[in-house]
């Protein structure tokens, strides 16, 4: 496996140009927010703005339109209670993150199946790759998967205690069983991709084992994306990056750890040459 540390962000993240524009850094969409699960979508476009996405929209449900303009009104809300108005918004987005909060009900599987017909890089998490495990079907070759080891076991058929004893046999035949870029969270991250030699996380600690650092995750991935890094390096700059911000966040303490703390890291994180 290849290591890579905070020093490698260097060279995925180079200063913008002068002359740019919110039209040069792509527009993602993030879909999720189930009934119940509002935030995780919020988490996820928020990520997104703060790694630099020119544009970020995020579909939903109605109720949680309100509260997402409140607590981000960069974000571009929209109520998306079927598939046909999901349509518009797929056809503008550059890159396509799908999965938090999705739900495995009716709605979810609803978003899932439009989200993965667009033609569109995609970016999948959490129910997203429940309702894959659940019925499985081709992948486009440049998609990202980001599982944790529960979900990694259940895209393979197996348990977590086979994914923890060989994390990157995991990760390897996982990347290639789908044909796409996995990340496989955890204690030292794993990114793999078909015929290319894993990449290992050299950052991250256990404050940021707590719900929605995955959607976090998600964001920074798609917002990468967008900007231009193909699937593997998005994937790997991305858990790098969120691993790293987790790190800086977590100065005050491990325990506690929100994954709302690591948004102003993240911008600090992304703008490597500000550090200097």
Sequence with gaps: MEPIGPEALRGWLPPR??????????????????????????????????????????????????????????????AVEAAPALAPLLARADVVAVGPGLGQGAWGRAMLEAALGCGKPLVLDADALNLLAASPRALPADAVLTPHPGEAARLLGSDVAAVQSDREGAARV????????????????????????????????????????????????????AQGLDAFDAASCGALLHAHAGDLAARDGERGLLPTDLLPWLRRCANPEAQA
């Design 174 to 225: 996982l990347a290639e069983r789908l044909g796409a870029v996995v990340v496989l969270k955890g204690a030292g991250s794993l990114v793999a991709a078909p015929a290319r030699e894993p990449r290992l996380v050299r950052a991250g600690n256990p404050g940021m084992a707590t719900g929605g650092m995955g959607d976090v995750l998600t964001g920074v991935v798609a917002a990468l994306r």
């Design 17 to 78: 140009r002068r002359d740019a524009h919110k039209g040069d850094h792509g527009h993602v969409l993030c879909i999720g927010g189930e009934s119940g699960a509002g935030g995780a979508v919020v988490l996820c476009a928020q990520a997104a703005l703060r790694c630099g996405a020119g544009l970020v929209s995020v579909a939903t449900r109605a109720a949680h339109v309100p509260a997402l303009l409140a607590r981000q009104p960069e974000a571009m809300a929209h």
